[in-house]
């Protein structure tokens, strides 16, 4: 996973011109950004790969998949007993801008989620997971922030404060991005 900010940019933050600390700085910033994907239950950067679903609990009806993960775009998708779904039948959930957080099968389409066999890790989503393509800049601006706190505090306090921890400026920065946890009721 991608860091969201850099060892060059904590340091002007900071105003540290040697590089006596960067190993440190460096770990600092990753850590910095694992709390920042702990706090708002996604990441910031663009991955590909595939995901699996399982083709019945609280995240799924008959015609739509609620994925645990931001999705920019979806290269295939594989329903559970083992057919592929064209993009032209699904609709990704919000239908108008990226991230999306579900899939929703056209109903003309008379598809309906289903499995063969276990249902368990029986869907295949594959994309392009992440929030956006480029950092957000209150996020890089978090992860300095963050980063800056752990080296101030390196020599007195915890190695990662816990979320609710955090200063609250830094958690109002956070705030907009967390993801919403859904599940599909009735």
């Not at 440190?24 to 239950?41: F, Q």
């Not at 699904?90 to 579900?102: A, K, Q, T």
């Not at 956006?132 to 963050?146: F, H, L, M």
Request: aromatic content about 8%.
């Amino acid at each position: 996973m991608a860091d969201y900010t850099t060892v060059s940019a904590l340091k002007i933050y900071l105003r540290i011109s040697t590089a006596a600390d960067d190993d440190l700085l460096a770990d600092l910033v990753t850590r910095a950004s694992r709390i920042i994907d702990n706090v708002c239950g996604r990441w910031f950067v663009a991955e590909a790969g595939t995901r699996v679903y399982d083709a019945r609990g609280q995240h799924i009806t008959p015609t739509l998949l609620l994925l645990d993960a931001d999705i920019l775009s979806v290269t295939s998708i594989t329903n559970g007993d083992g057919t592929s779904i064209s993009s032209d039948d699904v609709v990704l959930r919000p239908p108008n801008y990226p991230p999306y957080f579900g899939i929703s099968l056209k109903d003309e389409t008379g598809l309906r989620w289903t499995y063969s066999g276990s249902p368990q890790a029986a869907i295949s989503v594959t994309g392009t997971w992440g929030y956006s393509t480029t950092v957000p800049e209150v996020i890089a601006q978090a992860a300095i922030r963050i980063a800056a706190l752990l080296y101030r505090q390196r020599d007195i306090g915890p190695a990662q404060p816990a979320a609710d921890l955090l200063p609250e400026d830094i958690r109002r920065m956070l705030l907009p991005y967390v993801r919403l946890r859904m599940k599909v009721v009735g």
